[in-house]
């Protein structure tokens, strides 16, 4: 089965600098998809970024970018110019394919909690 | 606004007491789709649905229950509460196809207590 990994737990990070939030996938398929999440002390899980198997350019989205490499299996999130507004739980997730009707559902990581210090 | 909307949004209950909390999207969305969370777990699956009338478990199915009887409804059912169903509950959906590409859409989230 397909399975991600997040192995930091927390992270620290000083305001205005970059921070990387590391992700491993396992999977047999040659076309999926990779997702990041961040979730607030709200609770929502607001989506960030997509990274696709067969996308050759890294993925970016403001100050979001994801570090694809896929010979590794990794699909880590960078964060540049870290602000205070970006302490949260993120979160790391991949679609896989489901056990019935051809379809699919995301996985996800078990988070990364990112504490931004002035 | 395209939204999934979950209710309630905290709940404390007491074991054994029925409980259903709603999901709703306004998308026409095929698919949807329930998630607990816990720390330490990540988010894991508990039901999905294809579309009205189809549904099917996911990872950890035991002490729920779902209907999709209208499209835009996806109601999860806790017949008897036990306090190993306290957690962070939410509801996701996404169109039916659009292959790879299609984005997940989540609900707000329902904080669930049962002591």
């Known amino acids: 089965a397909q399975k991600i990994t997040q192995t930091q737990p927390g992270m620290f990070v000083q305001e205005k600098e970059a921070v990387t939030l590391d992700c491993t996938y396992d999977t047999s398929d040659q076309s999926y998809g990779l997702f990041w999440y961040k979730q607030p002390s709200s609770g929502e899980m607001i989506f960030l970024i997509y990274q696709g198997s067969y996308d050759e350019q890294n993925a970016t989205e403001g100050r979001y970018s994801l570090n694809f490499q896929k010979a590794r299996k990794s699909a880590n999130l960078v964060i540049s110019a870290s602000q205070l507004g970006d302490s949260a739980m993120y979160f790391c997730?991949?679609?896989?394919?489901?056990?019935?009707?051809?379809?699919?559902?995301?996985?996800f990581g078990t988070g990364t909690r990112l504490q931004v210090f002035p | 606004e395209a939204q999934v909307t979950q209710n309630p949004r905290y709940l404390i209950t007491v074991t054994g007491k029925k409980l259903t909390v709603t999901c709703s999207q306004n998308m026409n969305h095929e698919y949807m789709s329930w998630y607990r969370q816990d720390p330490g777990l990540g988010l894991r699956q508990i039901y999905y649905s294809m579309n009205v009338e189809v549904t099917d478990k996911g990872d950890v199915p035991e002490g729920y229950k779902v209907s999709r009887k209208e499209k835009r409804n996806f109601p999860l059912i806790l017949e008897s509460p036990s306090p190993n169903q306290t957690s962070l509950y939410f509801c996701a959906s996404r169109p039916g196809t659009g292959g790879i590409l299609s984005g997940y859409t989540f609900g707000s989230g329902t904080r669930l207590t049962v002591v």
């Open positions: 997730a991949m679609r896989e394919r489901q056990r019935s009707y051809n379809t699919d559902k995301l996985i």
